[in-house]
């Protein structure tokens, strides 16, 4: 029960940094006035497919002049990218938008781009799925603004729409109008500290507005005469009075102008370090609902570990207690060779004692049916060669998503460190490795393994291997739809390399560190020659009911926050998932009641004389993974509206490789917990 108290007192204290908080970085860019601010583009998303697109690669885009632009960013120049960043499809090219810092324009013709028919076509086909563009200054997307419901808070919504269907009436075939003009606002205020004092000025702020504008009205300079209240829209329509056929080689082409305003306004209220708050002030309304996800998660934790509690407490206390008891009886009995040979009635009296005492036995082994199989418990498991890899990989996993948390709770890892999850994740996971080898081999070797160099290989390849190989697999069907999602072959070279000359070193050094140094877990009992026979299990201590009715648990104490992070990743793109402390605090939560399902699971199949709970142990702490995946795909069919075979596919494979590697995680959790709890409830009997 202190335990308990600790536990609940750790997470109070976590309660209160619950939300987390957001370190923007060290240092700022300033800019003078009149000095260029670099406009880059990056990529467009939608909501309805799970494919990405390089921004400056679709057929409307004006193709870049090679212009040189704020001295050192050359017009079509990609930047160089972090590993995240590549893995998480962006693109980041330099555009010929020119900013200029404080000098307003009201109307800058960019180019007139000539599109053909096929590139029409797929034109409205991302209209149609409501693709979103996503353009960056100073490190901040373009966003479009908004007003909450009562008119008094604005928030931002990152990206912007590149264009609109329209439906006329009812049952009139949908209009596609190109968003090809934009009206860029730029909010900035003074520069803090010296550069302040030098004139110089720090961008809060970039907002987006685009529209519309038809072809004619236009004076020589492709400038519309109405650009502030335009009478007609651009429709994608090769002429004024047809639709595009679905036939691409119909010489159909349309002259699409391109325009942009620019106007600078500068704002008292919002400083450097807080411009990413718009970002996030859609995430505060939903508090509510977090704190009632951790409330609900605390009470079936509560619930748990008063379960866990009897049993420790009460009933194996009990029986120890107990098992203490008949052997003073026993040590008090006469022997059946002693001295005693008195006459019959003696000889009577010693027969009902040693009866007496067998009954007890017979009794105390019926309340306490998991000391029955001391002789077993400890007995190696079929295919612990697989099993101890996969413990590895388990460790790896829950170190690299601890480092993760705990750095995104603190606003370490945050949105302006854009691809910062991915890179800072791949290299917790590949420094993990260290950790990794060392668990499996222990494992490995008490399981009583001889080839801890195959051992070893196997833990570095193994979760590695089979997610590339599927990843790989999937990148076909993505690299044939020519989206920026496909990771590039350099980056998956890159990957392997990474893997091959870092990771499989570190892996390689823990193993046999954890094999020939440390060595194997000891054991309290050693396993009889000759296996018990497991007796008829009931109903709900067979294994597959078990352990499905097991992952129950979990699942209820996650499925609130998995709703928010659902939403996040496939609901709303343009907004961020950034509540890390509540991340952490339900994480905590989750894994106290993996540890306290999985003893609890391990003790009613011990109770039931089933000593097979090597295997069981793993798979009930990774069971709740079977309730996430059915829960994704209840969300897949009741909330999205995914379009196209390729997303879909992408949809099932990558949420099924995120709850496998879930459950693998949680499935070391739980077999830990279970190891420990065996060994402790087991060292404490003596048997001869």
């Not at 800058?108 to 409501?130: M, N, P, Q, W």
């Not at 008292?268 to 998660?297: C, E, M, P």
């Amino acid at each position: 029960m202190h335990a308990d108290v600790r536990t609940t007192g750790v997470l109070c204290a976590l309660l209160g940094l619950a939300q987390g908080f957001y370190i923007p970085g060290i240092s700022f860019k300033s800019y003078r006035l009149g000095e260029t601010l670099p406009l880059l583009v990056n990529k467009v998303y939608s909501d309805n497919s799970e494919l990405q697109y390089a921004y400056a690669e679709l057929p409307f885009v004006c193709p870049p002049t090679g212009r040189v632009r704020a001295g050192r960013f050359t017009s079509g120049a990609s930047l160089s990218l972090n590993l995240g960043e590549v893995l998480r499809g962006d693109r980041i090219t330099v555009s010929d938008y020119e900013l200029l810092m404080g000098t307003d324009d009201e109307a800058h013709f960019l180019c007139s781009k000539i599109v053909d028919g096929a590139g029409i076509k797929r034109t409205r086909e991302l209209i149609r799925d409501g693709y979103v563009a996503e353009w960056i200054v100073d490190n901040l997307p373009g966003a479009t603004s908004f007003k909450s419901t009562d008119q008094k808070s604005k928030y931002y919504a990152a990206g912007f729409k590149i264009g609109e269907e329209v439906v006329s009436s009812p049952g009139a075939p949908p209009q596609y109008f190109l968003y090809n003009h934009v009206t860029l606002v730029i909010r900035y205020h003074r520069a803090p500290g010296n550069d302040g004092e030098q004139g110089k000025q720090v961008v809060v702020g970039f907002e987006v507005y685009p529209k519309s504008i038809g072809a004619g009205n236009r004076n020589k300079d492709g400038i519309p005469e109405d650009i502030n209240h335009p009478q007609n829209g651009l429709e994608l329509v090769t002429s004024s009075n047809s639709t595009i056929s679905a036939d691409e080689s119909d010489g159909g082409s349309l002259a699409i102008p391109f325009t942009y305003s620019v106007y600078f306004r500068e704002v008292a209220g919002i400083d450097w370090k807080n411009r990413w708050d718009l970002y996030f002030v859609a995430q505060d309304s939903s508090t509510n609902i977090h704190w009632f996800a951790i409330v609900n998660s605390m009470v079936i934790a509560a619930l748990l570990s008063t379960v866990v509690a009897v049993i420790l407490a009460r009933t194996i206390r009990g029986d120890l207690t107990d098992d203490s008891k008949i052997k003073m009886k026993k040590l008090k009995s006469p022997s059946k060779n002693g001295e005693r040979t008195g006459g019959l009635l003696t000889q009577l009296d010693d027969v009902e004692e040693e009866a007496g005492i067998d009954s007890d036995d017979e009794g105390i082994e019926e309340l306490t049916g998991w000391k029955l199989v001391h002789g077993d418990v400890f007995r190696t498991p079929r295919y612990g060669e697989l099993l101890a890899p996969l413990v590895g990989s388990g460790v790896q996993l829950l170190l690299m998503a601890t480092g993760l948390v705990s750095l995104s709770a603190f606003g370490v890892l945050n949105p302006s460190f854009r691809g910062g999850y991915i890179s800072v994740g791949t290299a917790f996971f590949i420094i993990a490795g260290v950790f990794s080898g060392y668990f499996s081999s222990r494992v490995y070797k008490t399981f009583g393994g001889q080839l801890w160099e195959k051992n070893v290989f196997v833990t570095a390849s193994l979760m590695p291997g089979l997610l590339f190989s599927i990843v790989f697999i999937l990148n076909l069907f993505v690299w044939a739809q020519a989206s920026s999602t496909a990771i590039p072959f350099g980056t998956l070279l890159g990957l392997v390399c990474l893997w091959l000359f870092i990771q499989l070193p570190l892996v390689y050094l823990g193993g046999r560190y954890g094999y020939k140094t440390v060595g194997a877990y000891t054991h309290p009992l050693k396993a009889n020659a000759i296996p018990r026979q497991i007796p008829v299990q009931s109903w709900g201590t067979k294994s597959f009911q078990a352990i499905l009715l097991s992952g129950l648990v979990p699942f209820l104490v996650v499925f609130i926050e998995l709703m928010f992070v659902f939403k996040s990743l496939w609901q709303d793109k343009s907004g961020y998932y950034y509540v890390f402390g509540f991340t952490a605090v339900v994480g905590i939560i989750l894994t106290i009641t993996v540890v306290e399902v999985t003893i609890v699971a391990t003790y009613i199949q011990l109770c039931a004389e089933n000593y097979h709970w090597w295997w069981q142990s793993f798979l009930v702490g990774g069971s709740s993974s079977v309730w996430i995946y059915a829960y994704l795909l209840w969300y897949y069919f009741t909330k999205l509206h995914i379009t196209g075979f390729v997303s879909s596919l992408l949809f099932f494979a990558y949420g099924f490789l995120a709850c496998a590697v879930y459950g693998l995680l949680m499935g070391t959790v739980g077999f830990l917990a279970a190891y420990t709890f065996v060994r402790r409830i087991y060292g404490a009997i003596k048997v001869d």
